[in-house]
Nanobody, 118 residues
Framework: VQLVESGGGLVQAGGSLRLSCAAS????????MGWFRQAPGKEREFVAR????????YYADSVKGRFTISRDNAQNTLYLQMNSLKPEDTAGYYC????????????WGQGTQVTVSS
């Protein structure tokens, strides 16, 4: 499975961005997906997760109420809508596929950079 993120960029605090993650295989619709982020000098952290059909979503407390994860299985694409962005949201954002259903994400994208200026 190949995952390709896009949509990152530079935005002012309070602004919005929508990240996309395009998957290479039609089996995309059969497994859960997640978004993670990693800031320089920090460990990678969980951001959000969505089940195979979009019926269940989970968020880190730090983004709850501001970020929305969604998916379009017909387009093999995962999204992360990010609103009310803060400078502390600055990081590389990565999508990942939980193909085994164990929450041990087995495939990762190359990441897209999000920079939020104050």
């Amino acid at each position: 499975v190949q995952l390709v993120e896009s949509g990152g960029g530079l935005v002012q605090a309070g602004g919005s961005l929508r990240l996309s993650c395009a998957a290479s295989e039609r089996t995309f619709s059969s497994y859960a997906m997640g978004w993670f982020r990693q800031a320089p000098g920090k460990e990678r952290e969980f951001v959000a997760r969505i089940n195979w059909n979009g019926g269940s979503t989970y968020y880190a407390d730090s983004v709850k109420g501001r970020f929305t994860i969604s998916r379009d299985n017909a387009q093999n694409t995962l999204y992360l809508q990010m609103n009310s962005l803060k400078p502390e949201d600055t990081a590389g954002y990565y999508c990942a596929a939980d193909t085994l259903g164990t929450r041990a994400y087995t495939y990762w994208g190359q990441g897209t950079q999000v920079t939020v200026s104050s």
